[in-house]
């Protein structure tokens, strides 16, 4: 297969590089560049230097047209005037910003602040939530690649909501990030110093990933009720841990939730139901497309506490999005991504 | 003024020193061990060579009666053992283990799986947030201060709930604590790989906080539902976030809760309502008395989070008992705890 | 006093101030800035709300005619221009910045690429390494302020090269900072995700202190070789550690290197001599002015290993500003500055 | 082929399992413990859930006999008893512990204070500084893989003292290490709160890997000088920076060191020569078996500062303990090893 990745510089597309390099289906990987095109990448990289040494090539129909995928990790608004370009007979893509999840316009208009992509290729992309919506992935020309929270919070709520195990109503979502899915871009809200010994908590209630998590709740729980999202910044690169509250259905009890997620997921290798409370943390998952999942019922107040972690990059982007191009080809589901975490 | 500290090799007696050192009514401080009597305290802690060089003592009635007041900074379940002994005519005692925190046996036997204290000291003891109990903490003999937690959670959600502005069915307390909450002992959580680049969940539900949550929540704003509330630790020294959320009153807005929160403690040195959600985070009171609160109502959902930070060091633990011991005293509530919060 | 901050928006700056806030013999502190006059200073900084709420004024020469002292925490290039303005018969300076602290034009060219200062200012210039040059500094009406990395160098370097116990040829520093030193400007090398879990070494034998370190070695000791010097940056927020290699001249042991020390330094409050290795560390002082020190002699090389460590923010800049301040007006050494590091 | 790991609880352990999982030639991997047989692996460590799910094995001769190859990573003192009892016939065997690197009784006695392994086995253990000793590791049978400071500091300094460019007298190295260098047993030195936003030294002089790094230097170098010998601890979880300091020879310049590491090292995969100083720093390395290597030569002290950075656990321990076992065993160097850093 020939792999193109659009935006590798970029924490994402750097993430990408690093599993697409040893994947066994891949014979090239072609790097583009709308700016730095003819650099050297290991000279921007040098963590590169011996490894991937060609230059950043140019946008250019041409050289798209003979790719079998094309990664793009480019900002919202980025991608949605590009694909268009480059979605061909041939070429599948796997877009991993935000531009192609929101199916109604209105609302990726209100969250986004953006102008909706054109009709006909928001129409045919389809959401990529790997363990959700594999049937259509494998047919799909172009994918909407989750954003890591949708990940983290889908992953350990919808089994429990489409099973009607959990009320749908009342669902509250404390979400925890490391730095990384701020970007690479310096600012004050990265710089160092403001950002390391720092709990912060930013956009309450008014993330862009409210409207992706609610519309896939529709999609595979049929639920339709409006969340409480809350996302904080902690000193750590990657990670992401979702701590979902809701109450119970009468006589619910834990190993209920524990027997829904374990019909679920049992025959998933990524997705993993932790019984230890000690054991769920993000250091598990580190640097692997694994999410691992744990739940606890409390008999005093009849709710339940739902936590999920994942990697931000990788579960959360890079390593989905290379799950979503295995399944579209046919490959083994885990292709590529079987690491152990890098636990400490 | 003479004064003791018990336990003052722990994180909350170093802190107590740190600021006993500068307080302008205290003549003496005196450091008792119950192990280590005997040893330059310098000795044992290096940063404080030139400044508190002078030996440990015993525990020893006669050392204590010529004292004031005297902070024990012991475990919990040693506390209840030791205060009986030392507190007399004389002596005031600010104690900041758990011991005397919970007035019914029962719960503090479930929770703390642990005797309860010996019924008349528990009975005198006077719950120490100092914000909400003052007039009786000015005249208490035997102060329990409150735990880093419930100091997070009460100090923000006790004006709303008293005044009825959120509703206190379906509370839901989302805590964040730096690593330092779990004191000096090495164990693998405290470990700097093991929790360095990591987010974790502990206790969840289990926390011995909930019933002193709930306790102040009953006697303070005379409500009586169980809370949910978990507990994070986060990469960092110091700091706690508690995130809560709560069903809004009908008709209630964002400002109903400003309003409420600036009636209640713009008067109070230490509390701070911060309009801007950016500039709520645990570094703004790093190393000081200072307790920020923000709030966010969410029309979608008729929810309100509210945010609070304290250093669970300061405000959590010594600062407060400081403020406690300003009270019993007669001195401003302020006094030896003016700072500047070390940001960065 | 009258006291006026010039540059109170950088890291430097806010330093200043929270030592300032609590020096008893400071009436008022002015807040100067060029670009932002008029914001309420806890606008921007919400750790100062309910502290500092007062707005930034302009730099004009009527207000700042009436102050006693003015700090200017402005960077090079701009301090040069600036003080000349300002230094009247009634203010004295203390100026952080390193526009005054390289007497020799040329070498200031070379190392600092900018213009030097006005000749006659410079010529008045003081250098303020408040231990070794206290006469001066009382007497002083415009202070250069020492770097941060040339005040852990020399404090514990002077003494063994002033009584030739170390060889003065051969001296190897290498140096190793904190983040906060490169200043609160958002950039690539102080982006969280790319300096946390890192070590990186910058301006090998380039840094602008070398020739600050030399000439008061030459001041001081009155040597004349260069030095070797690296700086790293370490992931932290404060601190320096400076790790110092020299040949002992002939027959010196270790405990002659710690005489040599002790005699300098006992009777001056914040330089302690640290014994155990273990306990030399940059923690130690963090938050505070001292100057922690530890020497050992290893026989099989004949050589010494110096380490020295400070808060970079602090004794490094704001810390040593303020005891200069001290001397300058005939207070205690120490006034103000009297704190117990925040060690954890 | 059929692997064994003895140790694999430990830091060391865990990341040779984090390789071996994907090495193309191997079957399969016996995962063996002395105090923890029976145990299913991933109910310690949970990252390992879905991966590693097999019970750990008690170290029996007839389960070893039938292995191709052992890694020993275990503590010092425990592998020079328990290699002689399992290196058979057809079992080799790589040692991770620092028991078969000093072939001097008296130099093993002094700095480890244990007692040295039985003559024969010290005697046929071969040095696996793999880029050095290439030919004598393919016909061992038994090797003493390096320490981790040794490995970074060597692989610098070697070239350069084999073609006497810098003189190999006054060698003074000062090394940076991440706190997983000190094991995962808890305590006052790896607790969070003490380590974070903390820089320490230790083992001043004292270090167990200062005999290693000489006895290599005189071994591939031929000089026999005593090195100056620092390491530091600083607040991350892996990697080593290597900062060395060496006169050089006259009239050599920064591109004779260049050219020397360049020709000793381009047919080597994992050793890349960095030229510009911004680009050398651990996180180009981490996770990975990289050894990144920069220059700087002074013309103002005619001195030549080396930096080098590996990941302490990668080519440090594990990473070049795979590396040796590629080349015993005939395989391509790097088989299994071919990762891109996660370099954020």
Redesign the interface.
């Known amino acids: 297969m020939q792999v193109g990745v659009i935006g590798a510089t970029g ?1 994402g597309g ?1 993430e990408l ?2 599993f697409l ?2 994947h066994s289906e891949i014979e090239n990987i072609h790097l583009f560049s709308s700016s730095e095109n003819g650099v050297a990448f290991s000279n921007k ?8 040494d060609q230059p950043l090539q140019q946008i250019e129909p041409e050289a798209l047209q003979k790719l079998d995928v094309v990664f793009t990790s480019t900002p919202s608004g980025v991608s949605s005037k590009l694909i268009p370009e480059i979605l061909t007979e041939r070429v599948k893509v796997i877009d991993l910003s935000g531009d192609f999840r929101i199916k109604n316009a209105e609302d990726y208009e209100k969250w986004y602040k953006l102008a909706t992509p054109p009709q006909p290729f928001l129409h045919q992309s389809v959401y990529g939530l790997s363990e959700w919506n594999a049937e259509e992935i494998k047919k799909a020309k172009l994918i909407a690649n989750p954003g890591c929270y949708p990940t983290a919070v889908l992953l350990s709520l919808l089994p429990l909501l489409h099973d009607h195990i959990i009320d749908s109503e ?1 669902l ?1 979502i ?1 979400a ?1 990030s ?3 899915g701020a970007g ?1 871009k ?17 956009k ?2 008014k993330h862009q990933h409210i409207p992706e998590i609610e519309q896939a709740m529709s999609m595979f729980a049929f639920t339709d009720h ?3 999202f ?1 996302t ?1 910044l ?6 992401i ?1 979702a ?1 979902s ?1 809701a109450k119970v259905q009468n006589g619910v009890t834990e190993s209920d939730l524990l027997s829904c997620l374990h019909n679920k997921y049992d025959q998933h ?1 990524f997705i ?1 139901i ?1 019984d ?12 692997t497309n ?1 999410c ?1 999942i ?1 739940v ?1 019922v ?1 008999e ?2 009849g ?1 339940a ?1 739902i ?1 999920s ?1 994942i990697d931000n990059l990788v579960k959360g982007a890079a390593g989905q999005a290379i799950q979503n191009m295995n399944l579209m080809f046919g490959l083994e589901e885990s292709c590529g991504l ?7």
């Open positions: 924490y750097l590089l690093r390099y040893n990289y040098a963590h590169l230097r011996k490894i991937i009342n509250i404390d925890k490391g730095i990384s690479n310096p600012n004050a809200n990265n710089h160092f110093c403001e950002t390391n010994e720092n709990i912060s908590i930013y309450i209630n409006p969340i409480t809350s904080h902690v000193p750590m690169n990657r990670g841990m701590t509250y290798p993993r932790i230890d409370a000690s054991k769920i943390s993000t250091s598990q998952v580190r640097g694994y691992d744990h606890n409390d005093r107040t709710r506490t936590i972690v079987k690491q152990i975490p890098i636990w400490i």
